[in-house]
Every structure is written in C-alpha cells, then in structure tokens.
C-alpha cells in the first residue's frame, strides 16, 4: 500500500502564507481531476495534523487533485493569532475557508473527520458557493455525541456509545477515562511523554491497532514536542479549572444552536461514512444522517473513529465512488 510515509515522491509539500499564517498543506494527484480537499480532527495537545490520512491521500489521488491541509494550531502550521482560540473548531474553519479561497479550489469537494467534520458542515452552511459535495467521517463533534442541546429532535436522555448506555448532558464518553483527566479532555498526565504513551492514546480510535505505524508514530513525535508543551501551557490545567467538558462543547454551537441543529438546511449531495465500532457513538451519527437532506450514509463493520484506517479499501472506494459519480 502506498502511504504518505512509504511514497513522499508521489505528492507535494507545501508551506505557503494563507490569511497572514504559515500553512502547512499537500498536494497530490492531477490538476485537471476533481478536486478535494481533507480536513483533519483535533488532536488534544498532541498536535497531530494532516498525515493521520497517510493511507488515504495517495490512493484518492488515482483519480482526484487532492489537498490536505494543516489547521491552526495542528501539525506544521501557526496557531491562531489570538491563543485563547487554540483548538477552536470555528477558527480553525475560517482558515480552511480562506485556504479554499486563496488556493481558488472552489467549488470543491470537502471531507472532513471529526471536528474537520463539523468544519466542512460549517462551511457547507455558511458558505455552500464553495462547495460541490460534503463527505463527513465519524463526527461526533458534528452529532453532538452524549450531548442534549434540549432540540425537539433530540436523540434522548440515553445514548449507547461504545458498549454503554450513557446519559446524555455532560459530553463525556467512555473513552474519556482511559485517557483524559477526570472532567476534562486533558490528556493524563505524562501519557504524551513517552513513545508507548502516544501510541496507546492513538490506539484508542482505532479498531485496527496494526494502523498505528512505527512511521506514524515517528511523526506523532515531532508534532508533539512541537505542540503538546504550548497546548499544556494555554489549555492545560488552569484552563480546565474554569471549563467543563460541557463547557467545551460550546464551541460546537453557532447562530445559537448546535450544528446538529442546522444540517437540514445542507442542499449539497453528502456522504457520512461512520465506524460501527466508533468510540464517539453509532447511534448519535446516524440520527445526525436522518436530519440531512440529499444524503446517504454508509457504516464500516469493524472499525472506530479512525475508520478510514480501519477499513482503509472500503473506504477510499466510497469516497472516491460518491466524489466522481454523475449527478
């Protein structure tokens, strides 16, 4: 299989200035083809950006101009100017909306994975113009997972997520406690300090464990002695002294409402493709699917959050089928 880390000649990196920021992003693929861009989650002081689609970008590229870009804040690109916006899902969005934009990518196909989900939902809905078709992968930033917004079409008190039956309100997840601080999203303490650390931590989202490469855990490496030391320091425990799990999840909502709320009013044909096994929750991601016209959705047996490692053929199949298809 070729991989971003087995074939660095097959695609290009790029450091360029978008929106005043340095912007780490790579391109791959023919510039007559379609193009895509891929747009990561979050990495939770761990700084990992765009190569956690090391297995995706290269075989997309068969058949599509492909980019994939650093967020603020992740991978070898700046952090926001203002840094109590570190992590910010909306600032982060922004920016990939003036990538777009300064690259003349648009209309573009974009597919984004768990908070890159709820970027590429926002930016469908606040800026449809620029898109052609949505694919989202396992957001539960976008379903709102053990979260109640208090909608009508709420999905109820209890979720099943992960094996458990959770109560909904507070955000958290069962995950959370092999690998976050009790009440926040703080990685545990030390877990980023060591190798064995990083590699458990990524583990968590993935079924397949054999995907947490020797190579990708290099890279993991160096992002976080970039990042994992800024990110303890702006949004470590002081920060989660005045902030809940709850309270984090603010963030997820805007014109007063959870994005959930809003993805009705998404035209654009969308794909969801989610993990059965998904940490984040299968229920909550299909009654997410049910709120969104001109969409279809597809769930990968054994798989987890990171489903596109999991089930790394299927995957790239269905993007690259629903991407090319006729209207």
């Not at 009508?152 to 458990?164: A, K, L, P, R, Y």
């Not at 290099?218 to 702006?234: K, P």
């Not at 054994?302 to 089930?311: E, G, L």
């Amino acid at each position: 299989m070729e991989t971003l880390f087995n074939s660095p000649d097959k695609y290009k990196k790029h450091d360029e200035t978008i929106d005043g920021y340095k912007t780490h992003f790579i391109e791959a693929g023919d510039p007559a083809n379609d193009r895509l861009v891929l747009v990561h989650g979050g990495s939770a002081a761990l700084g990992a950006g765009l190569y956690r689609w090391y297995p995706t970008v290269l075989p997309l590229a068969e058949r599509l101009h492909v980019f994939a870009v650093d967020e603020l804040g992740h991978g070898f690109t700046d952090p926001p100017r203002d840094i109590a916006d570190l992590g910010h899902v909306r600032v982060r969005a922004e920016h990939v909306i003036r990538f777009i934009e300064e690259k003349g990518l648009a209309p573009v196909n974009l597919c984004g994975q768990s908070q890159g989900g709820w970027i590429v939902t926002y930016i469908t809905i606040t800026r449809p113009d620029l898109v052609k078709r949505l694919v989202l992968v396992d957001s539960g930033s976008t379903a709102g997972s053990g979260f109640k917004t208090g909608a009508e079409n709420d999905v109820g008190d209890v979720q099943e997520i992960d094996g458990e039956n959770i109560r909904t309100g507070g955000g958290e997840l069962p995950y959370f406690k092999k690998i976050f601080e009790p009440g926040t999203m703080l990685p545990k303490q030390g877990l980023l300090d060591t190798r064995d650390g990083i590699r458990m931590y990524t583990e968590t989202f993935a079924y397949d464990h054999s995907m947490v490469t020797d190579e990708y855990v290099d890279y993991l490496e160096e992002t976080s002695r970039r990042w994992t030391a800024f990110y303890l320091e702006h949004r470590g425990k002081k920060f989660w002294d005045n902030q809940d799990v709850k309270g984090h999840h603010d963030m997820y909502f805007f014109e007063g409402k959870h994005i959930r709320d809003h993805v009705h009013r998404i035209k654009n044909p969308t794909l969801f493709i989610a993990g059965k096994n998904s940490v984040k929750g299968i229920d909550p991601q299909y009654e997410l699917y049910k709120r969104m016209p001109n969409a279809q959705m597809h769930i990968l047996d054994k798989a987890s959050h990171f489903c596109w490692w999991d089930q790394v053929q299927d995957f790239n199949d269905l993007v690259l089928w629903f991407v090319t298809k006729e209207d």
